[in-house]
């Protein structure tokens, strides 16, 4: 069905080139804006409050914008090939990708249209459109091309067709993080996007996400931006939620859109989309990757992170991405060892796990899970986590914003003369100018940000007891000498959050009714390289993760 409706689209596109000759061009439409409105009904009766949607298609994105730049080019690429190349890429890893590359089986620029194939295939239908690409870099291929008479393959990255959540600055496209007030924001490349850039990896386009990362509404659903409109879960669209505030990236690689996408989390938003997808999500120690160039919350919190189908690419992405960034006050030295990560799985008889009691209890997926550790070696210690209390985590975030937004906004923003928000306040004013586009669901964070008067004692002394909280809930790590804690999802993301710990999500299978559900390593700070070892031998040893069964053609 999916491969006919291209091939209508390439009969509409030669009947236009046709008729360019005798007659005045006519404009070719890809894509139409639909009634949502049956889509939306049906929704109010979701047991999930942040699954009842005012609005699934976007008010303010024109997808033949997005996709007629490259559709010629896409059009051409054989049916044939793209079904030779599908058992070499889908769920393939990267080093596999390169091994076919490299034994003239298909090339980098065959690779990119593969994965726009897909992407032409499902987001235009608007019954099988996740609402998941905003944008695409209208050079890749050209990107592609000079790649491929290059050949001198320094890292495993090269090549690699890779996809930014859209609060991530890059020169080719706009940086919206999702919100109309910054949707002709045109910025340079954030620090990681050069360091991939630098590696080879080609940016393939952008994704969708929570509008200001989640941090403008109280309520609205996960997914939802007025730039991008609702991301849809592939195993269940309407029917799970997508996870956010990084939802766009955890759509995208369980579709398998791209070989990787890079994500961001404040409090859950790479492990929440990650787990929902049933993909791999890190969320790296808060300064192992720069945060410079990236549409912030809070910079004492923020990260990126590499979101993946597995732990080989997790690794491989991560490391394209590291380096220390002079621009960010919290930017480290990486430490060695994650790039090989993938090739040395930690024996799991050497690995000392936490395994909370609670969810041993209410969860038989987390419960099968240690289990299978436990049979194949890794000493497992049952705790019971202690009740901790995040007081005034939101102060912190609020003050954070108001700051770092400003000066995101005064430092990246080129073109200042059509973005003309400058902090806060300007962004309020705007978005209340035409509420029902701009903030269908309100902005409830947005005042609450502008109601916070803490003083900046009080809010040193925030951070402060933050951090020393979230390392007290894990305290059992140092007492027990364990490598990592288990948690489930983003269950306990605000802990290692405000802890600055690292944490790992990886598919540990699905419930009865095909939600994804993932197990979640987190350990201590500056340990990826280490996690990413303990999580590859978990995936070896369980392969969980199944492609959702829409999406397989």
Request: charged share 25%; net charge negative; aromatic share 8%.
């Amino acid at each position: 069905m999916y491969r006919q409706l291209i091939l209508g689209f390439l009969i509409i596109f030669l009947s236009a080139c046709k008729q360019q000759k005798a007659e005045p061009k006519e404009e070719v439409v890809l894509w139409t804006p639909y009634n949502d409105s049956t889509e939306v009904a049906a929704s109010a009766d979701n047991e999930s409050e942040r699954m009842q949607y005012k609005f699934i298609q976007s008010k303010v994105l024109d997808k033949n914008g997005v996709f007629m730049p490259l559709y010629g080019e896409v059009s051409r690429f054989p049916s044939a090939q793209y079904e030779k190349m599908k058992p070499l890429v889908l769920e393939q890893d990267i080093p596999t990708i390169q091994k076919h590359i490299n034994a003239g089986t298909f090339t980098y620029e065959d690779l990119v249209l593969f994965y726009l194939h897909r992407i032409y295939t499902y987001e235009l239908p608007n019954n099988t459109t996740l609402n998941t690409i905003i944008a695409l870099n209208p050079n890749v291929l050209e990107e592609a091309r000079k790649l491929d008479e290059g050949l001198e393959i320094h890292h495993p990255i090269y090549g690699m067709p890779i996809l930014l959540k859209d609060n991530i600055g890059t020169l080719e496209m706009k940086t919206t993080a999702g919100a109309v007030a910054l949707r002709d924001n045109q910025t340079e490349d954030a620090f990681i996007v050069q360091r991939l850039k630098e590696k080879g990896a080609l940016i393939l386009g952008k994704v969708n996400l929570s509008e200001w990362a989640n941090f403008i509404c109280d309520v609205c659903p996960n997914g939802q931006s007025a730039v991008g409109g609702q991301t849809m879960n592939p195993y269940g669209r309407q029917q799970f939620d997508t996870g956010g505030s990084s939802a766009g990236s955890g759509t995208s690689m369980a579709a398998n859109y791209a070989v990787g996408a890079v994500g961001t989390e404040t409090s859950g938003s790479i492990l929440s989309p990650s787990s929902q997808n049933s993909v791999v999500g890190l969320k790296p120690t808060v300064g192992l990757l720069s945060r410079t160039g990236i549409v912030p919350i809070s910079s004492t919190l923020d990260t990126p992170g590499p979101m993946t189908r597995n732990v080989t690419d997790n690794a491989i992405l991560l490391d394209a991405m590291l380096g220390r960034d002079g621009a960010d006050a919290k930017s480290v030295e990486p430490e060695p060892g994650v790039l090989s990560a993938w090739t040395q799985p930690e024996p799991l008889k050497t690995v000392r796990l936490g395994v909370m009691k609670n969810l041993m209890e209410r969860d038989s997926l987390y419960a099968l899970s240690v289990e299978k550790l436990r049979e194949a070696g890794a000493e497992i210690v049952e705790f019971e986590p202690e009740d901790v209390e995040l007081d005034h985590f939101l102060t912190l975030l609020n003050l954070d914003m108001k700051k770092d937004l400003q000066d995101y906004l005064e430092a990246m923003v080129k073109n200042k003369d059509v973005v003309k928000v400058e902090k806060i306040e300007d962004v309020v004013r705007f978005n209340s100018e035409d509420s029902l586009v701009r903030i269908p669901y309100g902005q409830a964070r947005f005042d609450g940000i502008l109601a916070d008067s803490t003083s900046q004692e009080d809010f040193e002394k925030i951070k402060a007891e933050l951090k020393n909280a979230g390392r007290s809930f894990f305290d059992v790590m140092e007492g027990q000498q364990l490598d990592a804690v288990l948690s489930i999802n983003n269950y306990h993301a605000g802990y290692a959050a405000v802890a600055e710990y690292p944490a790992l999500t990886i598919p540990m299978g699905y419930k009865t009714d095909g939600e994804p559900e993932s197990l979640t390593f987190i350990g201590k700070p500056f340990s990826e390289a280490h996690l990413l070892r303990i999580g590859k031998a978990f995936e070896d040893l369980t392969q969980f993760r199944k492609m959702p069964t829409a999406y397989q053609e």
